[in-house]
């Protein structure tokens, strides 16, 4: 076992330093090299029962991983083995990226987070909502919102904006005007116009309803940063924290791609559509050691190896409760800026810390970042509803041992 874990001690090393990534011992940071171990036995299992095909698994404590490893296949078809540069679709974890991106520009003096977004975006400019009419079931009626659209509720989810899904009920209005614009060649602006033409499924402010808002906060970012949003990721963000493998369109290295699956039924290959526009909700590609950078520079108070991209004030802002006491996703949790924050550590029955944030994407993509234990894990696969991203966070939190 000794002769064992040295040898994969050497091959973490070798895979660390291709990464420029820092490393420790687990035991150097008050973690258990042994229980670290498990993380690796619980993804084999999965994969050899099928409910994976692969995945990147990432630990660091004290701003040192100590335990990062590639598991099973990239392309389970093809017999591609999963590699830990491996580029994976974000889905929604997107969305904490492109919110910090907002936020520098809130640093510059741009807005303030109760200014109305129509300031900049005209087009949202006296929205209306959606409202039942009692005429008949699923009947509604439009009212003028109480107040317009500001900063926050678009960076929170609370702006009364579609998530495209049946449980809003302006999701057939998305499916209509938003959705096939997506795929279609059209631009971020052209998108967030259609957005606009939608009325609201609530008053902005009175619900947390999870939504694609943040396409709305990539557009933000293109007007008041006056660079196509691309353009102002790569070169406020990727550039300074070296996060080269992150971008929206992956032209590079297609072969490098974890192909995504469905969990249902049986895992199967599923063709994703690419968006064919900076899709901020939901559109940007990374690997797991890119998404460590960006989560340790938050975890250092929003710089890292000398590049500044945000203040620690602002990092205290944005994972801070936002939405006060409207029901959320998940008991003993409420959201900040672009982030779940752990606000009962008894209600949320997680082991998580107090303070603790994190977001998920819809392929099984999971970070948690934890200032008090100092901790960041990371879960990269492409399984769908898989049940294994769960799994794998209490196995990081047992195996810390001081």
């Known amino acids: 076992m000794t002769t064992l874990r040295v040898l994969v001690s050497f091959l973490l090393a070798l895979q660390l330093a291709a990464a420029d990534l820092p490393t420790a011992t687990p035991e150097a940071v008050g973690m258990s090299a042994e229980r ?3 993380i690796s036995a619980l993804v084999k299992r999965a994969i050899e029962e099928g409910r994976i095909s692969g995945a990147v698994t990432l630990v660091a404590r004290r701003g040192k ?9 990239a392309d389970l078809e093809a017999q591609q083995p999963m590699s830990t540069d491996s580029v994976f679709r974000l889905e929604s974890m997107t969305k904490p990226i492109v919110s910090v ?3 520098t520009l809130y640093e510059d003096a741009k807005f303030q987070l109760r200014d109305p977004i129509s300031q900049v975006l005209p087009e949202f400019k006296d929205p209306v909502v959606m409202v039942p009419d009692g005429s008949a079931v699923g009947g509604f009626s439009l009212t003028t919102a109480d107040r317009e659209i500001n ?3 678009i960076l929170t989810h609370t702006a009364g904006l579609s998530s495209g899904r049946g449980a809003m009920p302006n999701a057939p209005l998305y499916a209509e005007k938003v959705a096939p614009l997506r795929t279609s060649g059209a631009s971020l602006e052209e998108v967030v116009q259609a957005f606009a033409s939608i009325p609201l499924a609530f008053h902005p402010g009175t619900q947390f309803r999870y939504s694609r808002g943040t396409d709305v906060v990539g557009r933000l970012v293109e007007v008041l940063g ?3 949003f691309g353009v102002f990721l790569n070169e406020r963000l990727f550039k300074p924290l070296r996060m080269n493998d992150t971008r929206f369109a992956y032209a590079a290295d ?4 974890a192909m995504p699956y469905a969990t249902v039924g049986g895992l199967r290959r599923i063709n994703i559509r690419p968006r064919t526009y900076p899709d901020g909700a939901a559109g940007l590609s990374s690997t797991a050691a890119d998404y460590f950078r960006f989560a340790q520079m938050m975890l250092n108070g929003g710089s890292l190896n ?3 991209v945000i203040s620690r004030k602002t990092v205290e802002l944005m994972t801070s409760n936002h939405i006060g006491d409207l029901p959320f996703l998940r008991p003993g949790n409420r959201f900040g800026l672009g982030f779940r924050i752990t606000t ?3 209600e949320a029955a997680e082991l998580r810390s107090l303070g603790s944030y994190s977001w998920a994407g819809a392929l099984g993509t999971t970070f948690v970042i934890d200032p008090q234990e100092e901790l960041i894990a990371i879960f990269m696969v492409q399984a769908a509803r898989n049940s294994v991203s769960a799994q794998f966070e209490p196995l990081v939190y047992a195996a810390i041992d001081d």
């Open 36 to 38: 670290l171990d498990k």
């Open 65 to 73: 991983v100590v335990h990062y490893r590639a598991h099973g296949y």
């Open 101 to 103: 991106a907002l936020m």
């Open 151 to 153: 900063f926050r509720d």
């Open 226 to 228: 006056g660079q196509p």
């Open 254 to 257: 297609p072969d490098r791609f």
């Open 306 to 308: 000398g590049a500044k």
């Open 344 to 346: 009962d550590v008894g």
